[in-house]
């Protein structure tokens, strides 16, 4: 396991974000296990998954998980990880199961923020709130927002969801962002965009 960070001041950061098939569904990537050939049934596949981000990115990393892993997968983090949780608008219903999953957790740990020596200053008297909280539209840590469809990859995340995961970590134009398993490549879209727009807005 990962040493606590200890970082002050402000720099660019090496940033990653990790969607890895989850616990108990790699059936449904026709169990392609990648170069290492380990199942991601197998809990150690996501301990070392976990084991990798904490001492290659301990600047800050966010992780994508089902809520049914959660039990098994949080034990395996450093104690200073943190929970966010993306609430679906729309989802897929399953027989037999109610009520329905309709959220995802987000474990995080890191960034630009003040628990790893970020530090962040006050809006201006009277000026909008500029501290991440727990809700999307407010920079919060849970989003709302529905699931992708016919992206032609089980399990793709919308636009919203990077620039939600991109604020859950503070990152800013300059940082590093390594998406260790891209799919469809949104996060790296949403990156660069995100970026060129704040670039924009600071002209």
């Given at each position: 396991?990962?040493?606590?960070?200890?970082?002050?001041?402000?720099?660019?950061?090496?940033?990653?974000?990790?969607?890895?098939?989850?616990?108990?569904?790699?059936?449904?990537?026709?169990?392609?296990?990648?170069?290492?050939?380990?199942?991601?049934?197998?809990?150690?596949?996501?301990?070392?998954?976990?084991?990798?981000?904490?001492?290659?990115?301990?600047?800050?990393?966010?992780?994508?998980?089902?809520?049914?892993?959660?039990?098994?997968?949080?034990?395996?983090?450093?104690?200073?990880?943190?929970?966010?949780?993306?609430?679906?608008?729309?989802?897929?219903?399953?027989?037999?199961?109610?009520?329905?999953?309709?959220?995802?957790?987000?474990?995080?740990?890191?960034?630009?923020?003040?628990?790893?020596?970020?530090?962040?200053?006050?809006?201006?008297?009277?000026?909008?709130?500029?501290?991440?909280?727990?809700?999307?539209?407010?920079?919060?840590?849970?989003?709302?927002?529905?699931?992708?469809?016919?992206?032609?990859?089980?399990?793709?995340?919308p636009e919203s969801f990077?620039?939600?995961?991109?604020?859950?970590?503070?990152?800013?134009?300059?940082?590093?962002?390594?998406?260790?398993?891209?799919?469809?490549?949104?996060?790296?879209?949403?990156?660069?965009?995100?970026?060129?727009?704040?670039?924009?807005?600071?002209?």
């Open positions: 396991m990962s040493e606590p960070i200890d970082f002050v001041g402000d720099r660019n950061l090496i940033l990653a974000y990790a969607d890895p098939p989850y616990l108990g569904c790699c059936r449904l990537y026709d169990h392609h296990h990648g170069t290492d050939e380990r199942c991601w049934d197998d809990i150690e596949t996501h301990r070392l998954l976990i084991e990798h981000l904490g001492n290659d990115f301990p600047d800050g990393w966010a992780m994508s998980l089902s809520s049914t892993s959660l039990r098994a997968i949080l034990p395996l983090c450093p104690p200073d990880v943190r929970i966010a949780s993306w609430c679906k608008t729309f989802g897929a219903f399953k027989k037999g199961v109610r009520p329905a999953y309709m959220w995802e957790p987000v474990i995080f740990r890191g960034g630009r923020n003040p628990s790893s020596g970020f530090k962040h200053l006050p809006p201006e008297k009277g000026g909008k709130q500029n501290t991440p909280k727990d809700f999307h539209e407010a920079q919060y840590d849970a989003l709302l927002a529905p699931i992708t469809l016919r992206k032609g990859l089980t399990g793709a995340k990077c620039r939600w995961v991109l604020d859950l970590l503070g990152a800013r134009p300059g940082d590093f962002i390594t998406d260790l398993y891209p799919g469809t490549g949104v996060m790296g879209r949403t990156v660069g965009k995100a970026f060129r727009e704040a670039v924009e807005a600071n002209r």
